[in-house]
């Protein structure tokens, strides 16, 4: 029989044995940065509220993906960025978080998710500076360069853009597409119940690169679905391949891919469940 040292030690050998067999956790470690003062911002500052916040990989990468997510009416991006409750900005009541930075960390992707302040808390899906010609290049440009300055570490520089739009955000999105600037670089558009309008454009834009991936997701019954609908005839002209159905096949999109596909869940829930496997598709490891 062993004695009680010898029980201690072997136990001990066995925690480590079963520690060391566990699967190990893919996801890797993030930061997030709350970036103001941007001159290249779509809008103005409002006092109290980021411009932008930016979630990345805590270990810096030469070339990133970047997934610049645009919001609809009566927006704020500290609201969409938390899990919790919280004010738009100081002295405001707090409102229900929407857990993007939760949804982008779920994807387990090496993208970087930018969240920008468009009409604060408006009304309003206008696309505001971006209209100008390059403007969405150079804010892009402006936060990489922000972000290397707040981590004092060498600039990364961007390798592709992913547009993700909720639903009047399409309205800049159009705006990017036609005055961005930044051509191959801009790789994929993710309509989020955002396609009230647009249809053509985004379907032109799909069909110049044979890698430009279009997804629309639509809520049944509304708006979106009817213009989705229309839409496809033109979509199975424009690529050989194009992915139609319920959310379910999300799983078989791939790079490249159109895909007008039918989901459930209220207008403002959208998001949230589907951007991990949206991102997971795009980006796979």
Request: aromatic residues 6%.
């Given at each position: 029989?062993?004695?009680?040292?010898?029980?201690?030690?072997?136990?001990?050998v066995?925690?480590?044995?079963?520690i060391?067999t566990?699967?190990?956790?893919t996801?890797?470690?993030?930061?997030v940065?709350?970036?103001?003062?941007?001159?290249?911002?779509?809008?103005?500052?409002?006092?109290?509220?980021?411009?932008v916040?930016?979630?990345?990989?805590?270990?810096?990468?030469?070339?990133?993906?970047?997934?610049?997510?645009?919001?609809?009416?009566?927006?704020?991006?500290?609201?969409?960025?938390?899990?919790?409750?919280?004010?738009?900005?100081?002295?405001?009541?707090?409102l229900?978080?929407?857990?993007?930075?939760?949804?982008?960390?779920?994807s387990?992707?090496?993208?970087?998710f930018?969240?920008?302040?468009?009409?604060?808390m408006?009304?309003?899906g206008?696309?505001?500076t971006?209209?100008?010609?390059?403007?969405?290049?150079?804010?892009?440009?402006?936060?990489?360069?922000?972000?290397?300055?707040?981590?004092?570490?060498?600039?990364?520089?961007?390798?592709?853009l992913?547009?993700?739009?909720?639903?009047?955000?399409?309205?800049?999105?159009?705006?990017?597409?036609?005055?961005?600037?930044?051509g191959?670089?801009?790789?994929?558009?993710?309509?989020?119940?955002a396609?009230?309008?647009?249809?053509?454009?985004?379907l032109?834009?799909a069909?110049?690169?044979?890698?430009?991936?279009?997804?629309a997701l639509?809520?049944?019954?509304?708006?979106?679905?009817?213009?989705a609908?229309?839409?496809?005839?033109?979509?199975?002209?424009?690529?050989?391949?194009?992915?139609?159905?319920?959310?379910?096949?999300i799983?078989?999109?791939t790079?490249?891919?159109?895909?007008?596909?039918?989901?459930?869940?209220?207008?403002?829930?959208?998001?949230?469940?589907?951007?991990p496997?949206l991102?997971r598709?795009?980006?796979?490891?």
């Open positions: 029989m062993f004695g009680p040292e010898a029980g201690r030690v072997l136990g001990l066995a925690l480590v044995a079963l060391w566990c699967p190990q956790s996801r890797a470690e993030t930061v940065l709350r970036l103001d003062g941007l001159t290249s911002a779509p809008f103005a500052p409002v006092e109290g509220a980021p411009q916040i930016v979630q990345r990989p805590s270990e810096p990468s030469e070339r990133v993906d970047v997934v610049l997510y645009l919001h609809g009416y009566e927006g704020c991006i500290e609201v969409l960025a938390s899990r919790e409750p919280r004010p738009c900005r100081a002295g405001m009541l707090p229900a978080g929407w857990d993007l930075l939760g949804a982008h960390r779920e387990e992707t090496t993208t970087w930018v969240l920008v302040q468009l009409a604060f408006e009304r309003s206008r696309p505001g971006f209209m100008r010609e390059g403007q969405a290049a150079r804010f892009i440009e402006e936060v990489l360069a922000r972000v290397a300055q707040e981590r004092r570490e060498a600039r990364s520089t961007l390798r592709s992913t547009l993700a739009a909720h639903s009047a955000a399409f309205e800049t999105t159009i705006a990017v597409l036609r005055y961005g600037g930044l191959a670089r801009l790789t994929g558009v993710l309509l989020l119940d396609m009230y309008s647009g249809g053509p454009v985004f032109r834009w069909r110049d690169g044979a890698t430009n991936t279009l997804v639509a809520t049944p019954g509304g708006t979106t679905a009817a213009r609908q229309a839409l496809r005839p033109s979509a199975e002209r424009a690529r050989s391949r194009v992915i139609f159905g319920d959310g379910r096949r799983a078989d999109i790079p490249g891919s159109i895909a007008l596909l039918t989901v459930r869940g209220p207008h403002r829930d959208v998001p949230r469940p589907y951007l496997e991102l598709r795009l980006f796979p490891r």
